[in-house]
């Protein structure tokens, strides 16, 4: 699978920026889409991840102020941020974990660049 991220950008404090991930690729089911952040000088930290038939899941930092959603007839996930604080700035990966005959295996995005001014 091969995720290819968008709709990163600057936007003041306060504001909203939408990302959209597509997948393409041969696979036979896309079991889990993710989203991952990555700040200055931190570690690569988990935001949300929406799974086939469940409810999506975020981290704490992001509840209440974000959204994951998925477009199976695209294969294209979705990370609605609202509220945005500066704290939010970082790259944003997608990840997926998907299904082929040999098992599951993971893919990652490039990554887009979030930045929130204050």
């Known amino acids: 699978v091969q995720l290819q991220a968008s709709g990163g950008g600057l936007v003041q404090a306060g504001g909203s920026l939408r990302l959209a991930c597509a997948a393409s690729?041969?696979?036979?089911?896309?079991?889990?889409f993710s989203w991952y952040r990555q700040a200055p000088g931190k570690q690569r930290e988990w935001v949300t991840s929406i799974k086939s038939g469940e409810s999506p899941s975020y981290a704490a930092s992001v509840r209440g102020r974000f959204t994951i959603s998925r477009d199976n007839a695209e294969n294209t996930v979705y990370l609605q941020m609202n509220s945005l604080k500066p704290e939010d700035t970082a790259v944003y990966y997608c990840?997926?974990?998907?299904?082929?005959?040999?098992?599951?295996?993971?893919?990652w995005g490039q990554g887009t660049q979030v930045t929130v001014s204050s």
């Open positions: 990840n997926s974990r998907y299904s082929m005959y040999d098992g599951d295996h993971t893919s």
């Open positions: 690729g041969s696979y036979d089911n896309i079991k889990a």
